[in-house]
């Protein structure tokens, strides 16, 4: 479809002319149009023909002139392919898979919240913003990975920046993961408090999971049709029911609690999610999960093209003044601090590509099999990696070595790879039987075998090695293949939480125990996490969404500031800085944005947005004796002002870590215009 | 024909949709590139493969 034109399709203009019309005119009425109603309908024309003519014309743009984008080159799903984490898939089918993981609850919920100061701002900057802003993040940051093969943004961030702003933004990404979680559970507990109907609801989903597990495991493995036909109805009955059961008499309070005894609950869920088998309980309802956002959104899409209903709402509210309801602060930059990842999001690879591009594989019974594929040196072929992946080699067997230092000791001689029985002899047979010299002899032979290291290329090769476990060794030595995937799958098991640690410190998974007796762990902890972020929320007097949110917007779009000063660097990295302003633009916006907001939440003199000046006033309330108006008692009058410290704390935190990050950013593109030519530092079959 | 691989490239988006990855992407990978070793059965695949998505150190992740 994108080259249509290019492929000297005489008339391929003309589908685009026509889309390009469309959303000018949809637009045009929506521009025109004055008062009090307007049909939603215009609205979802005008955004379907701005994102296609984005998609066919700017994208375009940046995928060829931009990033010069090269089909010859493998991505990692092609080289690492293994049927099960790196699967080449067709288009059409992925995006699929990205659309479901993407859509969450923030993208719903910052919209609606905006939309206090009438529905034009917030689509404006919906439209606008995502095509400058957050596809252009998206796609950067997906073509980065990708030439990384598939690496999260903490760890591209350490290899193209250094190991300062590396982990520097490792924590603040933690800190803004758990700003996450609490925030997206607050909506949560707030959504369900006092109403019946939604309680019995997601109550229902429960056994329903229940059932739903035991047919998929037991009864019909496998079937994953029939498993979600059976959630869907029982999903559907659930809602229908609900309606019933919040009227009656008898049921309806059995089902009506407070935000406190939710969050309690939450709590008790998560431990109980956690502990028991994950596909009896967690996997049904992540399914069912999903299928309610997707037909949640795909239904309210056919909906507005069947009802075209009006849009009961002004276009511009008074409330842009800073004085509304829900949010409290101008329309710039608190618009488009609660809007979000609505438009903008700085979530989406903080953590996925993590996960879902990157390779983990797996446990499961091929995991020893490419453990010891790998441990033969059946990779050897490219020019000197032998001997680095043997060295890799060695230490994911660590379970079998006595001790770092003998480790070291051994890598370094061929007795201690004998006995370590990663060493073969030229005559063995078997899958890694190698003929003739071997790249990986001790040293003399390998400085040889290695044009690379004869050069002099890599002078710091060895004593790095010695030096980092890993997480840096792909980089600096590009050479592919290089990083042993059982490393990846240490570094990916310990997730965000772990990230800002030293990867040297954290075990490796081999040993079979561990395999056991971390699962529970982690899962509680993630289950606590859930639930204990958001009890204070609720029993704040504020009700914590009015005070949280902004603090959520604030720390996702200083998020998506970190990735774009990433790919800016990479932009000059790469040698392409002519194009830079592809990034620059959308960056100087989010940081415009996301300080003065970040300055105003903390300083402003109106209590109503500034934490300080909130909590100053609190605090000569009680210095005066008076009680002020949510709190009702002296303690809850403490509670406001401790919490409106940790806010404004929190938020000068969110501060520094993207002012470094920016620091760090601009360091890196002064010495990358040092250079001549390009310094990323990509997976080799990409440099090749 | 043309329909059956229409409907299979549905069923297969809607199953990466929920998260479910393509069994026979994987057995076609194991059989041409790994002949004579095992292939885990669909019932294995699935286990597997739930096992590493919601386990410990979980695959899942949403953005907001």
Redesign the interface.
Known sequence: MATAAANGRPFGWVPWALVAAIGAAALGIVALHRGETINALWLVVAAVCVYLTAYRFYATFIARKVLGIDPSRRTPAVRH?????Y?P??R??????H????A????LVGPVLAAQMGYLPGTLWILVGVVFAGAVQDFLMLFISTRRDGRSLGEIIRAEMGNVPGVIAMIGILMIMII?LAV?ALVVVKALAESPWGTFTVFATMPIALFMGLY??YIR??R??EV?LIGLVGLLLAIILGEDVAASASWGPAFTFSGEELALMLIGYGFVASVIP??LL??PR??LS??LK?GTIVGLAIGILIVRPELQMPAVTRFIDGSGPVFAGNLFPFLFITI??GAV????F???L???AQD?R????FAD?RLRRDADGKLRRDHGAGRRKRARSCHLLRAEQPSRADRHHDQRSRAGSVRLGLHRHAGDAGPGRLTGRRSDDPVPHRRRADPRRRHGQYPFERRRRARHDGLLVPFRHPVRGLVHPHHRRCR?????VHDPGSPRHVRGAVEGHQ?LD??PR??CA?GRRLGLVPLPGVTDPLGGINTLWPLFGIS?QMLAAIALTLCTVVLFRMKRERYAWVTLLPLSWLLICTLTAGWQKMFHADPKIGFLAHASKYSDALARGEILAPAKSVAQMRQVIFNDYVNASLCALFIAVVLAIVFYGIRSVVSARRSDVPTTREVADALA | MRWRDVLA?A?????????????E??????RA?HPG??V?S??E????????????????????
Request: hydrophobic letters at 35%; charged letters at 25%.
């Open positions: 392919n293994d049927g099960l984490d699967v898939t067709h059409n089918v992925l995006f699929g898979h659309f479901a993981a993407i969450g609850a923030g993208p996450l997206l998929g495991r493995p496998g994953i049709g979600s994950v596909w967690l996997a992540d399914y999903t299928f997707i979000a990842c999001s700085g979530f989406s903080a953590r996925r993590g996960n879902d983990d797996e446990r499961g019974p099999d990916h098991a310990r997730g965000a395999k971390r699962q982690g899962n993630r996702n | 490239q069923a297969r988006t809607a199953r990466l949709m929920v998260g479910v990855p393509d069994y992407a994987y057995a076609a990978h194991r590139e070793e095992p885990m669909r019932a695949f699935l286990r597997d493969r739930t096992e590493r998505r919601f386990g410990a150190g979980g695959g899942i992740s949403r953005c907001c």
